[in-house]
């Protein structure tokens, strides 16, 4: 991404005006290497929009890799190869005519780590994406879109008195909540989040969690996580990934939460969901 591709920001949209429509992502027949090893092998996955779409199993079992082929992250590793479609509301995002930029700004992502930039202020963090991505606004709509996105957030009533403060000076539970806020100014229609609360407390997680299921009312989530506890707390909907015997990574079972931790299909899953192995 440049700040020479210039989008200009659109007004900001009126509280009383509709919600654009909430997106569908689909994965087909994803397949994955690395060099020559493969780490995934013909994975379709559809994440349904508005929902919170959980991603779990064991470590190395090609969790991650899947998330950042959502928005083409994948391919900034120099020996990445990918073959199949991801698919934002039926247009596939790897189409030679997409542009990169187009895929990020609508894909967002929140990683393990929270990483704010600790030399920006809480604000700067917040307006960073519109510099990446060479989006121009207004003085009063970049401070509405602040305060907007640290409510979405979560961070707002914390942080509304000391703006200018560094990003690096907030906790870890804020500095990831900081970093959710920054994806969301960009707009994104999904937010994909990297095992988001595995670095912060149980205090810091429950409100990351509680911020995900208020986001999910118009973002669609996809979140990676080895907390079990955690994917039937947030999500709607699961998918259990899993490689062995240096195999690639499968998704063994998928569908409704609820239904895959009461009742999975495969043995597997009952294994893994009730701690068994992983």
């Known amino acids: 991404m440049n700040a020479t591709d210039q989008t200009t920001l659109l007004p900001t949209v009126p509280a009383e005006a509709p919600a654009p429509s909430l997106a569908t992502i689909e994965a087909h027949e994803i397949t994955a290497w690395f060099g020559d090893r493969m780490v995934l092998d013909r994975v379709s996955l559809t994440m349904k929009p508005g929902a919170i779409t959980a ?8 969790k991650s890799t899947f998330l950042r082929i959502l928005n ?19 247009e596939d995002i790897y189409d030679p005519s997409k542009r990169l930029i ?17 030399a920006m202020s809480i604000k700067e963090n917040v307006l960073a994406g519109l510099r990446l991505t ?18 979405k957030g979560g ?24 970093c959710i806020a920054r994806s969301l100014a960009i707009k994104p229609r999904v937010l994909l989040m990297d095992e988001p609360c595995s670095a912060l407390d149980p205090t810091s997680t429950r409100v990351i969690e509680e911020t995900m299921v208020d986001l999910a009312k118009e973002v669609t ?20 990934f899993l490689a062995s015997q ?33």
């Open 246 to 278: 240096g195999t690639p990574g499968v998704i063994v079972e998928h569908g409704d939460t609820a239904a895959m931790f009461q009742n999975p299909q495969d043995p597997r899953t009952s294994d893994y969901v009730n701690g068994r192995f992983g």
């Open 155 to 178: 961070l707002w009533n914390e942080v509304k008195d000391r703006l200018d403060a560094p990003g690096g000076s907030l906790s870890g539970g804020q500095q990831q909540r900081l």
């Open 221 to 240: 989530i996809v979140i990676v996580t080895h907390n079990m506890q955690q994917a039937a707390r947030v999500s709607s909907e699961c998918a259990f």
């Open 102 to 118: 187009d895929a990020r700004r609508a894909i967002g992502m929140v990683f393990q780590k929270p990483n704010p930039f600790p």
């Open 72 to 90: 083409r992250m994948h391919e900034l590793v120099p020996s990445a190869q990918l073959a199949g479609e991801v698919r934002l509301d039926g």
């Open 134 to 151: 060479g989006t121009k606004a207004s003085r009063s709509a970049k401070e509405e879109l602040v305060e907007t996105c640290l409510v």
């Open 55 to 62: 991603l779990i199993g064991p470590s190395g079992c090609g």
